[in-house]
């Protein structure tokens, strides 16, 4: 650190640049005099309308990218709804799997999960021109969207085929991934962190989005998996042996991955040539690759104890340690000096004992996370047939997780197809007793009438994947007796539960306001009405649900106090009395539930009196 003085009052601008830059990361450009903000970038993030600018930059720019950050930035009304049928262990489970367009879910965990993700991993359309991708068009209303994509089924899929022929081949890809990844960027805790795995059709796309939506500076590595076992000789070309997982910080400074686990073939490099008894060691150099000019303390004698010659470094290196240390290491028998005793220059022993962790080297080997071939196999082992063209194996998700998390952290996976994260989470917990928890989102793309899936009774990728899920959970469990959370909760997107007059009753005429006393749609249930009230309140959807009764009427009660719910009609001032002695920090009703308008003012003061820190709302 610098002794001077700066002399200069503080450059505001820099310090605003900064400030933005924590805000809108992907706002900062170069500009003439080094950083510099993009105004129209942020225009566009202040707008609900797209924002014209043609100023030049350094940046990636394709059509359709302004629409791509509107789309993020819009609001949606939609919501979650709860399939206790396809769960396990509803009420009690932290895992979550969500069935639905995951643009459209992204943006509804935005309050319940904002900084709460420690590690996302992802395996997106990798745009081969074969796969699909998600057309967003928020310009087009649904009927159209629906015409245009050629997908009308009750799920309102908004998956198209992207063939290489196609004009905007690359431009859709980036608009399909660009919002999706912005908003997975406000998930993240400050020290999480991210998992992006690609080929090379668009890895340098995605890494250019990447930087400019995480901050260049929070770019980790490229890591190079090496897939596949034997070479794919029909290619035309070269044997595609290689895909990636580009890594990206929330914040470069304050993620680090942990160290791995040393293997039996890391530990087979110590031995015990000496039989020295505090067992097997390995050796480093004792020279380290500075001079006697920049290190002259380093540069002195040492005497071989064998020989008794007087020992100096080469001119070009110096010892790697002070005369105090070597004095130490000749007290604790440190020094190696060759079978025979007679090396011209000593190494340290290190003991296997002391060995630490090891680090994750940038190139992962199908030996160790697995191989496509793999994946295959280890599907198979839960069904008779193998569903899916592509996954990826569960070693490799494993070694991800394990790189990136704790016991206790949550997880994300939003283009989790076949349930592969969920199974390798199992896995990591099993192995170190842990609690991590899982959020999958995966639209419910049909799997055709053609396909074996369908003649083996699955509908969906969804379908699918939930079994998958069970089937690993059961194989996990009986193969290690592991005591985890080994269910999950399903939920399903779908259109809001309230009525449009909710939203926009200035739309409605008067004379029609009678036909909606209720806002809420006649079909939906309580646990709708409570899942949409949990993310309306921030509240993550895996907190702890039970069920009462309180003068006989039915109330939820999320995380003990945390949030009570009664949806029941004829609430009154006796219910109000007995709910306030459980001192909830926030009570919800039905706006139709209370027997009286009178009724409903009685049980706000009674709440204000008996219980004077419970929020109360209604719906």
């Known amino acids: ?57 350094y940046r990636l720019e394709w059509p359709g990218k302004k629409e791509a950050i509107v789309t993020a930035n819009l609001p949606t009304t939609k919501t979650l709804r709860p399939v206790r049928e396809d769960s396990v262990d509803f009420d009690t489970t932290e895992n979550l799997y969500i069935e639905g367009d995951n643009l459209e879910v992204l943006k509804l965990l935005q309050e319940s999960y904002l900084g709460k993700i420690k590690m996302i991993y992802i395996d997106p359309p990798y745009n081969t021109g074969k796969d699909f991708v998600y057309k967003d068009n928020f310009t087009k209303v649904e009927q159209e969207e629906l015409l245009e994509s050629g997908q009308k089924d009750e799920y309102n899929h908004r998956l198209v085929a992207n063939p290489e022929t196609a004009g905007r081949y690359h431009s859709d890809w980036l608009s399909m991934m660009y919002p999706r990844l912005k908003l997975a960027r406000n998930l993240l805790k400050e020290d999480g962190v991210i998992f992006i795995s690609i080929d090379d059709n668009e890895v340098d796309s995605l890494e250019k989005i990447c930087k400019e939506i995480f901050g260049e500076i929070n770019f980790i590595s490229k890591l190079v998996w090496k897939k596949r076992v034997s070479p794919a000789n029909d290619s035309q070309w070269f044997s595609s042996d290689h895909e990636y997982l580009v890594v990206l910080a929330k914040n470069k400074d304050l993620w680090y991955p942990n160290r791995l686990e040393r293997n039996e073939k890391q530990n087979s490099y110590y031995t015990n040539p000496d039989n020295d008894p505090r067992g097997p060691w390995n050796s480093a150099a004792y020279t380290c690759n500075k001079n006697k000019d920049e290190r002259p303390n380093l540069y002195y004698p040492i005497i071989n104890p064998t020989t008794g010659e007087e020992i100096w470094p080469k001119e070009t290196a110096v010892w790697a340690y002070s005369k105090e240390t070597h004095a130490e290491h000749l007290k604790e028998n440190l020094l190696y000096w060759g079978s025979d005793g007679k090396s011209k220059s000593p190494r340290k022993k290190q003991f296997l004992t002391e060995a630490k962790r090891v680090v994750q080297r940038s190139i992962l080997d199908y030996s160790e996370v697995g191989s496509t071939q793999s994946a295959t196999l280890e599907f198979l082992k839960l069904f008779d047939h193998n569903y899916f063209t592509y996954t990826k194996p569960i070693e490799l998700i494993k070694r991800a997780i394990i790189l990136s998390t704790s016991e206790d952290d949550l997880v994300l996976d939003f283009f989790s197809g076949s349930g592969t994260f969920a199974h390798s989470l199992f896995e990591v917990n099993a192995h170190d007793n842990g609690k991590r928890k899982f959020l999958l989102v995966q639209i419910p ?12 009774g699955y509908l969906s990728i969804c379908d699918i994947a939930k079994e998958r899920i069970r089937r690993a959970a059961k194989k996990v469990k009986e193969e290690t007796g592991a005591d985890i ?72 009660q999320v995380a003990g106090n945390s949030l009570m719910a009664c949806f029941d009609s004829g609430i009154d001032e006796a219910f109000a009395k007995e709910i306030s002695s459980d001192k909830p920090l926030r009570i919800v009703f039905r706006d139709a539930s209370f027997r009286s308008d009178t009724a409903k003012e009685n049980v706000k003061q009674l709440l204000k009196q008996l219980s004077p820190e419970t929020e109360m709302k209604v719906i």
């Open 445 to 456: 793309e049909n799997v055709g009438e053609k396909s074996q899936a369908y003649k083996d």
């Open 485 to 556: 959370d080994y269910g999950f909760r399903v939920y399903r997107l779908d259109s809001s539960n309230m009525q449009d007059v909710y939203y926009r009753p200035q739309d409605m005429e008067q004379g029609t306001l009678d036909l909606f006393a209720d806002h809420i749609k006649p079909e939906r249930t309580a646990d709708d009405l409570l899942a949409q009230v949990m993310l309306d309140w921030g509240l993550p959807l895996s907190l702890k649900i039970e069920q009462k009764y309180i003068s006989g009427k039915k109330v939820f």
């Open 1 to 57: 650190m610098s002794d001077k003085l700066d002399l200069q009052s503080p450059d505001l601008v820099n310090q605003n640049i900064e400030k933005l830059a924590a805000l809108f990361p992907n706002c900062v450009t170069e500009g003439p005099q080094g950083k510099s903000i993009d105004f129209d970038l942020l225009r566009q993030e202040l707008s609900h309308q797209v924002v014209e600018g043609t100023k030049e930059r």
